[in-house]
């Protein structure tokens, strides 16, 4: 009986702590994001005046960003199927990749294009 006891309160005791990291992790998301539309939104008058757009134009990177997130409901299917911890990394490693790809465009085109490539990458 003793021994039952002592093996659940050890299991809880585990469980328990494993809830804050998650938390964490999540919590760490959730600041991604954060800082991400932020950066981007300072960021948006020294990219209009380095790619020459418009101020209309300037709207679609908001945008964008805003449609794909939209689609964050099909992420959370697609790792209910092939696993949480497998599609926050990829997505952690795509959202990366896609933000690289903003931070580097040539011209206006690419920049919305990746703007709108990183938002379903997010890793949550």
Known sequence: MAETQ???ATAASRSHARRWW???VICLGQLMDVLDVTIVNIALPDAQKDLGFSLGDRQWIVTAYSLAFGSL???GRISDLVGRRVMFMTGLIAFGAASAVGRAAPNFEVLVTARAGSAPCKPW
């Open 6 to 8: 002592t093996a659940t």
């Open 22 to 24: 998650i938390l964490a």
């Open 73 to 75: 409901l099909l992420s």
